[in-house]
């Protein structure tokens, strides 16, 4: 399934990525040693102590994970060495010499004469080199992202792997075409929950490319989108402490979290676009955190809310407010600049739990919530209050789905236009004019339920879709002729 989806901005992408540099086998045991600890550890134990995994400890899971290690190592000496001896080895391996004189006799020795040595083109030829310069220019090519090309982020999990795909989608390539493809794929260690893009310069520099991921994991890693085949993240924000100690016999081992660290999964990410250095995160542990990711710590952690974090998001006209939603029915609006006020509540449902949060990017004092009841309600910010007896009124309430409403997307450009995604395999289309919601446009992807829905901030009409089957789908909405004639004058 997508679990998430995130648009990187136009040009914000290298030309041509870099492909990581190989591991050694020590450096992918020493990971794979680590993951499998963290993945059995067990946080019920009261135990201090910690266990250390033994180098020697051949279990069935480290053999195969030492295996697969062995596996890459070798092909990372292969592709990269300019007369690798595994291509001798494999060449004899194939000739087979050892058993040469136990070759089936009725072999033709002798041939017609022509079938062994003609081939119709050198290309097809086995025994004539190839041109090395050839391949690498097709691999440079394959690589290649141009700066007009739209570039999507998607959290992905299978039956067996969990990882981020990232794909090219291009426009306008004549009579109407489109393409889609993944152009690499980034190996996650846990079910993957929420991703945000952001471009603080970690690397140094005026900018970077990156993408922030939460897991069921509660640490959040932040992926370097320009380097293709990197195993690890180049930051981690909390998590689990480094193992060094060895448990007592008999007994469990517990899980020491770091310094700020989240205990429990991070389902909700919202970047700063105005402050590129901070990054905001919900989680299932009930609490909001502020993170500084150029110094890697949390500066700020709240307690506003009593059950899990679902959604955070900042206002884009006032960037040092947050909103976040959480499982216990509530909403809460808090500013950065004063992380001592409790902030302003509003109660939304006496049943139905926050699903997402997006503010209106053309009035800074509105916004909406999404449901698991599939409603959609809009409040005023102006008229919060600190700690509300009742439900909250809303400015208006759609009764948008037969299901939970995932996710709601503003149109960046064009005013009162907000999508909503359901787990009722549902998108619609919505004209929120004057606070009189009337739904314009409505459609089954075949997606199944979905689980993400976000409009491109470079393509305004451009709309990503993915759910439960796993398939990312782009979406001109201005193809529908309900949305053209109400928004067209919208488009650039």
């Known amino acids: 399934m997508i679990t998430a989806i995130s648009w990187v901005p136009k040009g914000a992408m290298k030309t041509l990525p870099e492909v990581a540099d190989p591991l050694l086998r020590e450096d992918i045991e020493d990971i794979l040693r680590k993951r499998i600890m963290e993945r059995n550890g067990d946080d019920d134990s009261e135990e201090d102590e910690i266990m250390e995994v033994d180098p020697l400890r051949n279990d069935d899971e480290v053999a195969k994970a030492l295996s697969a290690a062995d596996t890459l190592v070798k092909k990372s000496k292969k592709a990269s060495s300019d007369a690798p001896l595994e291509d001798l080895a494999d060449g004899l391996k194939e000739l087979d010499m050892d058993e040469y004189d136990e070759e089936d006799e009725d072999v033709d020795l002798f041939g017609t004469g022509t079938s062994s040595i003609y081939y119709p083109s050198n290309e097809v030829d086995p025994y004539l080199l190839k041109d090395k310069d050839d391949d690498d220019s097709e691999e440079l090519e394959d690589r290649e992202i141009n700066p007009i090309d739209s570039v999507i982020v998607c959290g992905r999990t299978d039956?067996?792997?969990?990882?981020?795909?990232?794909?090219?989608?291009?426009?306008?390539?004549?009579?109407?075409?489109?393409?889609?493809?993944?152009?690499?794929?980034?190996?996650?260690?846990?079910?993957?929950?929420?991703?945000?893009?952001?471009?603080?310069?970690?690397?140094?520099?005026?900018?970077?490319?990156?993408?922030?991921?939460?897991?069921?994991?509660?640490?959040?890693?932040?992926?370097?989108?320009?380097?293709?085949?990197?195993?690890?993240?180049c930051l981690v924000l909390g998590g689990?402490?480094?193992?060094?100690?060895?448990?007592?016999?008999?007994?469990?081992?517990?899980?020491?979290?770091?310094?700020?660290?989240?205990?429990?999964s991070v389902m909700s990410l919202a970047w700063n676009k105005e402050f590129r250095n901070i990054l905001a995160s919900g989680s299932g542990d009930s609490q909001v955190k502020i993170w500084d990711v150029a110094t890697g710590k949390c500066n700020i952690t709240m307690e506003h809310h009593k059950d899990k974090v679902q959604a955070i998001t900042w206002n884009p006209c006032k960037p040092n407010i947050l909103l976040s939603g959480s499982f216990d029915k509530s909403?809460?609006?808090?500013?950065?600049?004063?992380?001592?006020?409790?902030?302003?509540?509003w109660l939304v449902a006496s049943k139905a739990e926050v699903e997402c949060l997006a503010w209106n990017p053309h009035e800074e004092h509105s916004f909406v919530v999404s449901l698991s009841d599939g409603t959609?309600?809009?409040?005023?910010?102006?008229?919060?209050?600190?700690?509300?007896?009742?439900?909250?009124?809303?400015?208006?309430?759609?009764?948008?789905?037969?299901?939970?409403?995932?996710?709601?997307?503003?149109?960046p450009t064009a005013k009162d236009l907000l999508v909503t995604g359901s787990e009722d395999k549902m998108v619609k289309l919505w004209d929120l004019k004057d606070n009189q919601p009337s739904c314009v446009a409505s459609r089954s992807p075949k997606l199944g339920a979905l689980f993400s829905v976000s409009f491109s901030e470079d393509s305004p009409f451009l709309l990503a879709l993915?759910?439960?089957?796993?398939?990312?789908?782009?979406?001109?909405?201005?193809?529908?002729?309900?949305?053209?004639?109400?928004?067209g004058k919208y488009r650039a």
């Open 159 to 233: 039956e067996d792997y969990n990882y981020l795909e990232v794909y090219v989608f291009q426009e306008d390539l004549g009579d109407g075409d489109t393409n889609l493809y993944v152009h690499h794929e980034i190996v996650l260690s846990d079910f993957p929950l929420c991703t945000e893009w952001l471009d603080c310069p970690l690397k140094g520099g005026n900018k970077g490319n990156f993408i922030a991921v939460g897991s069921m994991d509660p640490a959040i890693e932040i992926w370097d989108l320009d380097i293709i085949d990197a195993v690890e993240p």
């Open 240 to 264: 689990q402490e480094e193992v060094k100690k060895k448990k007592k016999k008999g007994k469990k081992a517990s899980i020491k979290y770091k310094e700020g660290s989240h205990t429990d």
């Open 331 to 345: 909403i809460v609006m808090r500013d950065g600049k004063a992380p001592s006020h409790s902030g302003y509540k």
């Open 376 to 411: 959609v309600k809009g409040f005023d910010a102006r008229v919060a209050v600190s700690n509300p007896s009742s439900e909250s009124t809303p400015t208006f309430t759609i009764d948008a789905h037969s299901k939970a409403v995932c996710q709601v997307s503003y149109s």
């Open 466 to 487: 993915g759910g439960s089957k796993g398939k990312l789908e782009i979406w001109d909405v201005l193809s529908d002729a309900s949305v053209s004639q109400r928004f």
